[in-house]
């Protein structure tokens, strides 16, 4: 059964960073789409970044140039590497996973139960 599990979310100051982990099991990493998601009250969910089996991936315009996602497919874990945080950032942040459709990302079905970040001074 897959399961994903959220951790590294907290409290930091603007321009600070943090690294966010989901820890996968019931699949295989390499082999799905994963992806990052947040929810801001008041605002809706966004699709942060997403990565794809083969390496490549997408980014929000909002965090493009701040944000890295990545993986490790061995532990196998998901990462989001955030820095130079802003208070626009905060929010209920997600884990995703999706199966791999040619070059795309079928929907995202299985979820994590979320890790709340939090970016004020």
């Known amino acids: 059964e897959v399961q994903l599990v959220e951790s590294g979310g907290g409290l930091v100051q603007p321009g600070g960073s943090l690294r966010l982990s989901c820890a996968a099991s019931?699949?295989?990493?390499?082999?799905?789409?994963m992806g990052w998601f947040r929810q801001v009250p008041g605002l809706g969910r966004e699709e942060v970044a997403t990565?794809?089996?083969?390496?490549?991936?997408t980014y929000a315009n909002s965090v493009k140039g701040r944000f890295t996602i990545s993986q490790d497919n061995a532990k196998p874990t998901l990462y989001l590497q955030m820095n130079s945080l802003s208070p626009d950032d905060t929010g209920m942040y997600f884990c995703?996973?999706?199966?791999?459709?040619?070059?795309?990302?079928?929907?995202?079905?299985?979820w994590g139960q979320g890790t709340q970040v939090t970016v004020s001074s």
């Open positions: 995703a996973a999706a199966a791999s459709v040619g070059s795309r990302c079928a929907t995202f079905q299985y």
């Open positions: 019931g699949f295989t990493v390499g082999d799905d789409c």
């Open positions: 990565i794809h089996p083969y390496g490549r991936t």
